[in-house]
């Protein structure tokens, strides 16, 4: 996906936003993760963000939101700072992966992280992901996750984090 494939679909108003979530529920997950999750101005850039806004954005220890970035953005870009080391994590700026096995694992740690939320759970997250147009060689987020990710779930493992 480029970013003007996410321009194109930023208007996709089926997708969960942030503010959808439950007061405090975001920044709970994320804290349990050493993460601290900020919300700026609806409007406002969002620093570190990959793609723009509204896509989340990444800077070491933080996370940064809008109202209008998709909850899947939000867990994705929290889950890329999850996997990394402590040493790694200090260092990241709007990118956050260096491998493909990083890549996976994110997509499946936010897969997992999503019944951590209130009103969101993996069956929706999975949806949105592919609304919001992640693509898997099986056709869809959920045979992905069900079918063809044990690699990203022994790496999760490997990491000492949570796994199916």
Known sequence: MTPDDTAAIDGNAGVMRVRELPPGAADALLASHGLSLHVVDDGAPIP????GEP?????????????????????HEACHLIVLPDERRAQ?????TDSVIEEDATCCLQIILADALPGVGR???MADMDAWGYTYRLG????????DADDARAFLKDRGLPHL
């Open 92 to 96: 990241v700026h709007t990118d956050a």
């Open 140 to 147: 869809s987020t959920q045979a992905w996750f069900e079918q």
């Open 123 to 125: 069956k929706r997250l």
């Open 48 to 51: 570190g963000s990959f793609w």
């Open 55 to 75: 896509e989340a954005g990444v800077i070491a220890h933080n996370v940064y939101v809008r109202g209008d970035t998709p909850v899947h953005s939000m867990l």
